[in-house]
């Protein structure tokens, strides 16, 4: 596939936290319909790769294109309501309900409300919509950040460590997600740890170590 169609263009890429380098030149290729695994262990850098995907770090150095966009531009805000990213720590307003980070999540993006109320019950919560974030254990806040992918639905899919905390009956649910992104002609990657239970949902896998891509 051209270049051109990639939804990630990483050459030799580069990222700063501070004075410290995170990453270094690090080529990384995903197209449409991929799942990529990336593995490494912990402070390998993984973290940081999804951020610089997901345009919240600018790169230091290298070039990056995600969805067409080059990451040193303007332009790379215009790209983020299309990319989905689901971190160790749940970025969800803890004094809201679980229903009504959905709904503000929907309204930020323009879409009806009742969408909120419908992937709140696919991923099993739709008996706790009026429960506060702030008093719901991680594996419910995590369900609703499932929830928040199902109802944005992103061309680009970022999981940090996808199975953290989760019950048999949600890992099967981050399955059916990743499913559904790669038919729409999406793509994902998954950064973990845990290669055994990853492997069934990517297409391919990278290793991350000494802050590059092997």
């Known amino acids: 596939m051209p270049a051109s169609d990639s939804l990630i263009l990483f050459e030799g890429v580069a990222a700063r936290i501070g004075v410290a380098t995170i990453l270094r030149d690090v080529d990384l290729v995903v197209v449409p319909g991929e799942s990529v695994g ?39 805000f215009d790209i983020r309501p299309r990319i989905g990213l689901i971190g160790h720590k749940p970025a969800l307003y803890p004094e809201l309900s679980l229903l009504s980070n959905l709904e503000f999540s929907a309204r930020i993006a323009g879409l009806d409300l009742r969408l909120a109320r419908k992937a709140l019950d696919q991923v099993g919560l739709a008996q706790a919509a009026t429960r506060l974030v702030g008093e719901s254990s991680y594996g419910m806040q995590r369900r ?12 680009l899919l970022l999981l940090d460590e996808p199975h953290s905390a989760l019950d048999p009956s949600a890992i099967e649910l981050v399955e059916h997600i990743v499913a559904g992104v790669l038919e729409r002609g999406g793509a994902v990657v998954l950064a973990s740890h845990d290669v055994e239970k990853v492997a069934p949902m990517v297409t391919r896998t990278a290793e991350l170590a000494g802050g590059t891509v092997a």
Do not use: C, H
Not at 51 to 72: E, F, Y
């Open 38 to 76: 990336l593995f490494g262990a912990n402070g390998a850098g993984k973290t940081t790769l999804l951020r610089v995907i997901a345009t919240l770090l600018r790169p230091s150095g290298g070039s990056a294109r995600v969805l067409g966009v080059d990451l040193a531009s303007q332009d790379r």
């Open 144 to 155: 609703v950040e499932f929830a928040r992918e199902i109802m944005l639905d992103p061309d």
